[in-house]
């Protein structure tokens, strides 16, 4: 079981390696709030400085302090800052400055850093090869007051971000990287399971079909296949999967396919037809029919004006688009 759970978590930690970006400084004066549109992305939010708290949607809201790395499910608004007795209360989008950098800063009230946030994105449309961390669906609050090796790393993006220079967006990806990296390591040895993938690594028979699928993208999977990897009756596997995943087995493989020939039309030179073969699909109309309908673009127009390269900035939807094109 312990060896299923580490497999997995090399799995995040290469969709993580590849698509963390830092993109953004929030400063909140005491007694306000900053309002999140929702993003086509998670968000991470890590605590510099100060205390407040975290607002999801309408749910409730749940206290944070330095130190604090905050993650925000894909197409959820959310807010920041004071919970009872707020002054005022900000819009993101409204009140921004695009840094040379890369960098945006977010202010809410006068900026005065009273709450100081660096905070990055995984894409949810693109998120490295695996495609994994959009699986996460609930707010995950987790505080690390007494670990000297993250403290560390907050104090060395708290000075990063107090005097931004070149090269701040690249050293703050790094540390952010590395907190969210220790992060998964500890709720996998605590056994907390608050996002629908670990919840999985509980069930070591979902895990062999995971773990096959994600191992081996090509293979000529049926749900039968995966009910029998992991030991389980058709139609028990088909509902314990939808019922862990949200989606069915097929479309969980479909996903995993697609999102590792997105990787290699964006870093290789491989043709199309031989990137469909590698993931399993027949014929190459077949590829580009369901590339074009998770993409919305055909393979060929992904390659040219829709991939970058790791080490470059990549456009950030929804909200922080109109943000830029404002700034």
């Known amino acids: 079981m312990m060896t299923m759970r580490a497999d997995l978590l090399d799995r995040l930690l290469v969709t993580l390696a590849v698509r963390l970006r830092s993109f953004s400084v929030c400063r909140i004066q005491r007694g306000w709030r900053l309002g999140f549109s929702p993003f086509e992305a998670i ?3 890590y605590v510099l400085r100060g205390t407040g708290s975290l607002r999801v949607g309408d749910g409730p809201w749940r206290p944070f302090a330095p130190h604090t790395i905050i993650v925000i499910p894909a ?3 959310h807010t920041l800052g004071e919970a009872e007795n707020c002054v005022g209360e900000a819009r993101a989008e409204d009140h921004c400055v695009l840094h040379g ?3 945006i800063t977010f202010t809410a009230g006068d900026g005065s850093p009273d709450a100081l946030f660096v905070c990055g994105q995984i894409s949810d449309s693109y998120s490295g090869a695996m495609g994994l961390f959009e699986l996460f669906q609930a707010p995950m609050v987790e505080a690390f007051p007494s670990d000297s090796i993250l403290q560390r790393s907050f104090e060395l993006m708290l000075a990063e971000v107090a005097q ?3 090269g701040t967006q ?3 990806e790094v540390l952010m990287k590395q907190c969210l990296i220790i992060l998964l390591r500890q709720h996998l040895a605590a056994n907390d399971f608050t996002s629908p993938l670990l919840v999985a690594l509980q069930n070591p028979k979902l895990a062999r ?3 096959a699928v994600l191992e081996q993208p090509g293979a000529p999977y049926t749900v039968d296949s995966l009910a029998a990897l992991a030991g389980m009756g058709r139609t028990s596997f088909a509902e314990s999967f939808s019922d862990v995943f949200g989606r069915g087995p097929m479309e969980f493989v479909q996903s ?3 999102r590792i020939a997105a990787r290699l039309l964006t870093s290789t030179d491989l043709p199309i037809k031989v990137i469909a073969g590698s993931v399993g699909y027949a014929s190459r109309s077949s590829f580009s029919k369901a590339f074009e309908v998770e993409f919305g673009a055909a393979p060929t127009q992904f390659r040219l004006v829709g991939g970058q390269d790791e ?4 456009r950030i939807e929804g909200t922080l688009a109109s943000v830029i094109e404002r700034t």
């Open 43 to 45: 968000t991470i939010h």
């Open 75 to 77: 197409r959820q608004s």
């Open 101 to 103: 950098d890369g960098l």
């Open 164 to 166: 931004p220079s070149l």
């Open 170 to 172: 690249a050293m703050t």
């Open 209 to 211: 079909a995971v773990l």
């Open 256 to 258: 995993v396919r697609l």
């Open 311 to 314: 080490g470059e900035p990549e």
